[in-house]
């Protein structure tokens, strides 16, 4: 509301651009700090460096500040009506973290997360939704300020009040369908493993390995003491090398060690590897279940949404001479996209599973496409090391569980360093396990089948629709100042 009542009272045009520009990147500053950190601790680079990385992405990170305030100036100047100037406005913010994809799908409507009844919402439009509810939300109440008005409070009232009801009909939906549904019961290991070119450098490959997957043994011999598993999972990358495709004798032993693993506890177990294929690497999901001999199913699953540099380089920079300057840039190639794997549980029953690794949650498409082929359930693998400090993993796991409310489908999610979760159909985190936190977490979900939402039917709607909106609000105007 400050930022509004400030762009209320603005008049030239380059000072609301200037003074946007500038809020853009305290915003990203206070927000993102983390993930300054991030570029200097992964390029072992300066602190400095990553601060100035940074602030120089801020347009780029938050390209919404700049156009609303700029629509917002631009209209309030032609003596419009203060609903006009909200709603186009607020359309136009929503218009532009659309059409300009940001690098974390980061929205204003992820705050409403804490709210369970507020954040059922994003079931009709997604995140930006309630990102909308919210602007519109300030504009009511800096509208009541500037006109010492209760008026346009009676708009807040009548939008919270929708947003409470609808969000108290999901939940009890939601409850319903719990009831109803059998339980899979399901063991998540974070092990607080990480920096694993560290790890190989002090005791070596071989025992950097060793000491991996010997932690966790441990741990998941742990989960399965606690009661019986339907499903076992580790984080992404935690086996550092191919499976299945051995690159020495070392690896094919340790592939056996975990094969048999799966077929003595007869639990399958997910967990993140590498995947090569025809001189290609690939981030992968690997999928082994017990067969009840000493033999287990491989299924696979390779990462689609592939971070910008750290993971995938364009062709146009990926030549030798970049790479040696900048070692840090990734080499590993997309997978195919969406993909549901069957996963035979031990009552009998097959588990339609959705696969996504860190990256992958960000996206509302491919959680979209998976549901539509059948998927009862996401499982996600992350590695948030990097971003272990600040508000990292929180914002991650508040994206990731979006994509089960938006879906309407419970989600496992496992990481190395926290924060792992089990998060059902509303977006609730049943169980939680802390940043740098050495734990287990057990725990039931129930997968979905049926349920479906305006979401999925429709997609990523509102985008277009803001940007309709929009231009019917402000072209005409436009057309009347010049005739």
Not at 425 to 454: F, I, M, S, Y
């Amino acid at each position: 509301m400050p930022w509004l009542l400030w762009l209320a009272r603005a008049e030239r045009t380059r000072t609301v651009l200037l003074t946007s520009w500038f809020f853009g990147v305290a915003f990203t500053c206070a927000v993102f700090g983390w993930f300054a950190r991030g570029i200097a601790a992964y390029a072992d680079a300066p602190a400095w460096q990553g601060w100035l990385a940074l602030v120089l992405l801020a347009p780029v990170l938050q390209p919404q500040f700049i156009s609303h305030a700029l629509a917002r100036n631009w209209l309030a100047r032609r003596s419009v009506g203060w609903l006009r100037v909200a709603l186009a406005s607020a359309c136009v913010y929503v218009a532009t973290e659309w059409a300009l994809a940001k690098l974390f799908e980061d929205t204003l409507g992820h705050g409403l997360f804490p709210s369970r009844h507020l954040r059922q919402a994003a079931d009709l439009a997604g995140a930006p939704g309630l990102t909308l509810a919210i602007l519109l939300g300030n504009e009511c109440v800096c509208a009541a300020r500037r006109r010492r008005s209760l008026r346009p409070l009676l708009g807040l009232a009548l939008l919270l009040t929708a947003l409470f009801a609808y969000g108290e009909l999901r939940v009890r939906e939601a409850a319903a369908r719990e009831a109803s549904s059998p339980a899979v019961a399901a063991g998540l290991v974070q092990a607080d493993i990480s920096r694993y070119g560290a790890l190989r450098a002090e005791l070596g490959t071989y025992d950097a390995v060793r000491a991996i997957l010997d932690a966790h043994f441990a741990l998941s011999s742990e989960a399965l003491e606690r009661g019986p598993l339907d499903l076992l999972l580790w984080p992404e990358t935690v086996y550092p090398t191919t499976f299945g495709a051995p690159k020495s004798e070392a690896g094919a032993a340790f592939d056996r060690e975990i094969g048999a693993f799966v077929a003595e506890t007869g639990v399958p177990l997910v967990f993140g590897a590498y995947d090569a294929e025809g001189g290609r690497e690939y981030n992968a999901a690997v999928f082994l279940a017990p067969t009840g001999g000493p033999r287990v199913e491989f299924d696979s699953y390779r990462k689609a949404q592939l971070f910008p540099l750290t993971e995938r380089v364009p062709a146009l920079f990926a030549s030798e001479r970049v790479r040696r300057m900048l070692p840090w840039l990734g080499t590993w190639q997309p997978g195919p996209g969406a993909q549901v794997v069957d996963v035979a549980l031990r009552d009998g029953r097959t588990l339609r599973v959705a696969p996504l690794i860190c990256y992958d949650a960000v996206s509302t498409g491919l959680a979209r496409e998976e549901v539509r082929r059948g998927a009862e359930l996401f499982v996600t693998l992350s590695n948030d090391s990097w971003f272990a400090t600040g508000g990292g993993p929180r914002l991650h796991l508040v994206v990731s569980a979006f994509r089960s409310i938006e879906t309407r489908r419970p989600q496992l999610r496992v990481t190395n360093t926290g924060i792992s979760a089990l998060i059902d159909a509303t977006g609730e985190l049943v169980a939680t396990a802390g940043v740098h936190e050495r734990a287990v977490l057990t725990g039931h979900v129930h997968p979905e089948r049926a349920a479906t939402t305006l979401v999925l039917a429709l997609g990523e709607w509102l985008g277009p629709v803001s940007v309709a909106a929009a231009i019917a609000m402000m072209l005409p105007l436009a057309l009347a100042r010049r005739s």
